[in-house]
């Protein structure tokens, strides 16, 4: 998904102008994702958006990179 590799490598460089507005990006394109998981893994997303948005508020981008990078990313390819 190019959004998402765009808003890790902006998280990565802390372009933050960039990395928000390829996160916003990316959050709108996960709607139709999330319809088609199972329920119980809603919460858990859910949980790992909010991470994402928390780490991003206190300006910890190396950490929304991973979270991006390495949680994310599974719920996508799956």
């Known amino acids: ?5 765009r808003a890790i ?14 996160l916003t990006q990316l ?19 859910n949980l790992l958006l909010d991470e994402i948005l928390n780490a991003f508020s206190r300006k910890d981008y ?5 979270l991006l990078e390495y949680e994310l990313y599974e719920y996508i390819i799956e």
């Not at 998904?1 to 590799?5: D, P, Q």
């Not at 190396?62 to 991973?66: I, Q």
Request: charged share 25%.
């Open 27 to 45: 959050i709108d394109q996960l709607a139709p994702i999330t319809s088609k998981l199972p329920t119980e893994i809603t919460p858990k997303l």
């Open 62 to 66: 190396l950490w929304a990179a991973d």
């Open 1 to 5: 998904m190019e959004t998402l590799n």
């Open 9 to 22: 490598k902006a998280f990565r460089l802390g372009i933050e102008g960039e990395a928000s507005e390829a």
